[in-house]
């Protein structure tokens, strides 16, 4: 739920690209008549037919669907009457589409696992299994639940946003991402500045991950990540020969920053 157009249709183009299906509504009145399953709700506070808050409580009566309110209200008031009304999270605007699909992760990951259980339980069957860390290739795991990266069994010290590119880059990997879908990702949606930072940070991650993964940089597009399996790229479609070192710093050098 969200009456700002360019920031609902900026964060339906980020939640979409990570496998999201996502229905908009504009108004309390739609969000309230809207019917069908989902799986979360995320609802801005400053609706024009009437107060988030109020939309909140209506939706928590109705049933335990998680909840996330994104609002420009930052005051700690606001925050902790949206917690108390039913409330999962609570995400201050101005905000990264990254951002908000780590939090939204971290709800299901507190809801769902309840859920099967109860399930589960009807059913006579054993709890479900815990989910652990993401394996790439042979050598290389990433744990999004507690944002941490080993190498050979060895943690990689990763800074913060380094991390963040990584974990984008190994949703997919094999697939071309624009520099503006990287920024909007991992840095924000409003990100206007040079994009000379992400050439950085994918300058420390080919460094620190050497032998395990492959980016490689698309002249004029982006980059791509190609997980190394035995010694060699697991390349996907369009990869080649010419995807190595040279060509990657020879797109690095033609790409300019926007």
């Known amino acids: 739920m969200e009456d700002d157009e360019p920031v609902a249709a900026s964060l339906r183009r980020g939640l979409t690209r990570y496998g999201f299906e996502v229905d908009w509504v504009g108004t309390g009145a739609a969000a309230l008549a809207h019917e069908g399953p989902y799986d979360v ?43 108390e009304l039913g409330a999962d999270d609570y995400v201050s605007k101005p905000f990264g589409v990254r951002e908000v699909i780590a939090r939204i992760r971290a709800v299901l990951r507190r809801t769902q696992p309840r859920a099967r259980a109860q399930a589960q339980a009807a059913s006579d069957s054993g709890p479900p299994p815990a989910a652990g860390p993401d394996r790439y290739g042979t050598r290389l795991t990433v744990d999004r639940k507690a944002a941490r990266v080993h190498l050979d069994g060895a943690e990689v010290a990763l800074a913060p946003k380094e991390y963040d590119l990584l974990a984008f880059l190994t949703e997919e990997p094999g697939a071309l991402m624009s520099r503006e879908q990287i920024m909007e990702a991992v840095w924000d949606a409003n990100w206007f500045g040079p994009t000379k930072t992400l050439d950085v940070h994918v300058a420390a991650l080919r460094r620190k991950l050497a032998g395990a993964i492959t980016i490689e940089a698309v002249r004029g597009v982006g980059f791509r990540l190609e997980i190394e399996r035995g010694g060699e790229p697991d390349a996907g479609p369009g990869a080649g020969p010419d995807a190595g070192p040279g060509a990657e710093q020879g797109n690095d050098r033609s790409e300019s920053s926007s």
């Open 41 to 83: 709700v995320l609802l801005d506070l400053g609706l024009p037919d009437a107060d988030g808050l109020d939309i909140c409580k209506e939706l928590r009566q109705r049933g335990d669907v998680p909840i996330i309110v994104i609002s420009a209200r930052a005051d700690e008031t606001d925050r902790v009457v949206g917690l």
